[in-house]
């Protein structure tokens, strides 16, 4: 059984939007497997369980943690991104544009892959990001009082993305050892059933409640999302529960 440490960087780091090579200048390297990887971690950012945030810096240093933050955590997409979410918010100042802001979402992102590797939480770098963002801010950007929030949802975004894009990455390699595992299916077909596990621990964490307690949630969200391709709801549920399971081992509220 693979760990993750045993994957290898590869060679080209493309950008899923425009196909450029070596587009993601916020890290390095990328594990095995990337491209499905790195296309699950976006597309959690919508994904059918609910937004992660706000519903949620130069190179990285060694390590998977770091690279994977990298590739989970693309420039071009967290702008596209917070630029369309930024209309929707009720926390930031209604008059100011998503350009006024521009800059805190990006030291929030920019900020969390840099510091991946340290496991550090928002709330014990805030005072650092805070100078940072004094120092960058050049008059045309907001105060730090009101630009802070979209620092943090942007730095939590880029967490979850992180820890989807190492969900993935774990169970891409291991579902074959997993007993209810059919060699007539391939990951593609189990992984939005893990998808559907991991992502909807992270969702509910917060509020204590038991995998058996969100299951007929989980179930009616993968019917919806995947019911008419993949596997049975029957068939996936072990995924999903396993999905659950992990991340509630890892997953740090």
Not at 101 to 130: D, F, I, K, N
Not at 137 to 158: I, L, M, P, T
Not at 194 to 216: L, M
Request: charge should be negative; glycine fraction near 10%; avoid cysteine.
């Amino acid at each position: 059984m693979a760990e993750l440490e045993d994957f290898e960087p590869a060679s080209a780091n493309p950008d899923p939007i425009t196909g450029e090579p070596g587009a993601h200048p916020v890290g390095t390297g990328v594990g095995a497997a990337a491209v499905g990887a790195a296309a699950t971690a976006i597309g959690a950012t919508a994904g059918p369980i609910g937004a992660v945030v706000g519903a949620v810096v130069g190179s990285v240093i060694g390590g998977l943690v770091g690279k994977s933050a990298a590739e989970a955590t693309n420039p071009t997409i967290e702008e596209a991104y917070w630029r369309e979410q930024h209309q929707n918010r009720t926390d930031l100042h209604p008059e100011r544009s998503y350009e006024a802001y521009q800059l805190a979402y990006q030291l929030g992102y920019e900020s969390y892959v840099a510091r991946a590797e340290q496991r550090t939480t928002y709330q014990e770098v805030e005072p650092e990001l805070e100078r940072e963002y004094e120092r960058r801010n050049d008059g045309s950007s907001v105060e730090w009082n009101d630009a802070k929030y979209a620092v943090r949802d942007a730095w939590e975004r880029a967490r979850r993305n992180d820890f989807f894009y190492r969900a993935d990455l774990y169970w891409r390699e291991n579902y074959r050892s997993q007993p209810y595992s059919d060699s007539g299916f391939s990951y593609e077909d189990y992984q939005p059933a893990y998808r559907t596990g991991y992502e909807g621990y992270v969702e509910y964490a917060e509020t204590g409640e038991s995998y058996d307690e969100i299951e007929s949630e989980l179930r009616r969200s993968y019917e919806e999302n995947y019911g008419t391709s993949g596997l049975a709801w029957e068939d996936a549920k072990h995924a999903v529960r396993d999905g659950w399971n992990w991340a509630e081992q890892k997953f740090q509220v």
